[in-house]
């Protein structure tokens, strides 16, 4: 079986016990909660990414970042013919509570924009019907019950 590799790179704003998450209009986390953030484009830097992911997903300008880590899944989705092997770098994030754009764009440069909305999250509420693997080992994370082997999921099922 084929296994297709996707590195993306992330942030986590955790605030008052509650999780930023954008809710996914595209992909194979549509209709699940997932973290802000995407893939790099060429010539940019990781750091460049999260501040342009954060703002076209969420709207919000970052304050400061930190903690850099890496994370990984497999996620083989239900009858399909390949496995993505997710590589997810993931960073700690402030927001600047002085600037957010009111509305995202429906459109990113050429692309359609994947994220419906931000959507803060309590972690009682996440669970794997309704987030991404991403938001799944954040929660995890928080916890105090990161493992850092993969995760993986041979069955994932897009809502």
């Known amino acids: 079986m084929e296994t297709k590799k996707h590195i993306g790179i992330y942030g986590v704003c955790f605030e008052q016990n509650k999780l930023l998450c954008i809710k996914k209009n595209a992909g194979p986390y549509r209709g699940r909660f997932d973290l802000p953030g995407g893939s790099q484009k ?11 992911e954060i703002l076209e997903e969420t709207g919000y300008k970052l304050s400061a970042y930190r903690n850099p880590r890496v994370y990984d899944a497999f996620i083989k989705e239900f009858e399909s013919d390949y496995t993505v092997h997710h590589i997810m770098i993931i960073y700690d994030i402030d927001r600047d509570l002085n600037i957010q754009q009111k509305e995202l764009s429906k459109f990113v440069g050429d692309e359609l924009n994947d994220s419906d909305a931000e959507v803060w999250i309590s972690l009682e509420e996440i669970n794997i019907e309704n987030s991404s693997p991403l938001v799944l080992k954040i929660k995890k994370e928080i916890l105090g019950k990161v493992n850092l082997d993969k995760d993986v999921y041979r069955n994932w099922i897009p809502k």
Not at 42 to 52: A, F, I, K, S, W
């Open 42 to 52: 060429n010539d940019e830097g990781l750091t460049e990414t999260l501040q342009r």
